[in-house]
């Protein structure tokens, strides 16, 4: 995919301010006024909360697997 088409985004920081990234996203790829779509995204957030997000680490076995079994893959993606 080319960079000018791309747009990364980390979940929990777009929650903090789904109006401001979304803006942020409609002016990266010229998709028009924002301001335009602002009330059906709040209708929709109204219609369809976020779930709550509870905690679920991985297990102590499987970090130990992963460590021995793909460590040089964790330090190419930058998990040291």
């Given at each position: 995919i080319p960079s000018g088409n791309l747009v990364e985004?980390?979940?929990?920081?777009?929650?903090?301010d789904i109006h401001g990234n979304l803006k942020a996203i409609y002016q990266q790829f010229g998709l028009g006024d924002y301001t335009e779509v602002s009330g059906h995204i709040d209708a929709f957030l109204k219609r369809n909360p976020a779930p709550e997000r509870v905690a679920n680490p991985p297990a102590t076995e499987t970090i130990q697997l992963i460590s021995e079994r793909a460590s040089h893959i964790m330090k190419e993606l930058g998990y040291d």
């Open positions: 985004v980390n979940l929990d920081e777009f929650q903090l």
